[in-house]
């Protein structure tokens, strides 16, 4: 992939979430719909709107969802708001980008916490994938990968490993 293509994922990512917030205040006097639909309508809107292909779309909800799931699964095991698993991250973290993961979580427990069990088979990342703010661990030699902003995953930059584990408290990162 080139590096503009990279770039354009990176957006997508960042303004899919932010569609995916921006449906979640508008039903918020409502029912709250599944996060899944709401995620299926922001591919669908970058889609039809010509941002992304179908399938760069679904790539991109596949991150958000997976990013989505280990929140999920941190917050069903520690029962904590997501601001707290962002808390040690927080001077990397552009703080609009948190206050955007904390409020799509924040309204979307209930449901995270349904899909924590399937998050927890899940919780690989692979190099080449887009990912939001936090540390992330190789997993053949341990080396952290601190992003400060959604960014492409690369290779480890120690032992150029391509899978990684999600770093979610100061212990997991230690």
């Given at each position: 992939m080139?590096?503009?293509?990279?770039?354009?994922?990176?957006?997508?990512?960042?303004?899919?979430?932010?569609?995916?917030?921006d449906?979640?205040?508008e039903?918020?006097?409502?029912a709250?719909?599944?996060?899944?639909?709401?995620?299926n309508?922001?591919?669908e809107?970058?889609?039809?709107?010509?941002?992304?292909?179908?399938?760069?779309?679904?790539k991109?909800?596949?991150?958000?969802?997976?990013?989505?799931?280990?929140a999920?699964?941190?917050?069903?095991d520690?029962?904590?708001?997501?601001?707290?698993?962002?808390?040690?991250d927080?001077?990397?973290?552009?703080?609009?980008l948190?206050e955007?993961?904390?409020?799509v979580a924040?309204?979307?427990?209930?449901?995270?916490?349904?899909?924590?069990?399937?998050?927890?088979?899940?919780?690989?990342w692979?190099?080449?994938?887009v990912?939001?703010?936090?540390?992330?661990?190789?997993q053949?030699?341990?080396?952290?990968?601190?992003?400060?902003?959604?960014?492409?995953i690369?290779?480890?930059?120690?032992?150029?490993?391509?899978t990684f584990?999600k770093?979610?408290?100061?212990?997991?990162?230690?």
């Amino acid at each position: 992939m080139t590096d503009n293509n990279h770039e354009k994922l990176i957006h997508a990512y960042n303004t899919m979430l932010g569609r995916v917030k921006d449906s979640l205040k508008e039903v918020e006097e409502h029912a709250l719909p599944p996060v899944k639909e709401l995620l299926n309508k922001a591919m669908e809107t970058a889609s039809e709107l010509g941002e992304l292909s179908r399938e760069e779309a679904e790539k991109v909800g596949d991150y958000l969802k997976r990013d989505l799931n280990e929140a999920g699964e941190f917050l069903s095991d520690n029962g904590r708001q997501l601001k707290e698993w962002l808390k040690f991250d927080l001077e990397f973290a552009e703080a609009q980008l948190a206050e955007l993961f904390a409020s799509v979580a924040d309204r979307t427990r209930i449901e995270l916490d349904a899909l924590a069990d399937r998050a927890r088979r899940v919780g690989i990342w692979h190099t080449g994938e887009v990912t939001g703010i936090g540390i992330l661990i190789c997993q053949e030699c341990g080396e952290k990968l601190h992003f400060k902003k959604t960014g492409r995953i690369p290779p480890c930059p120690k032992c150029h490993g391509t899978t990684f584990k999600k770093a979610f408290s100061n212990e997991d990162s230690e």
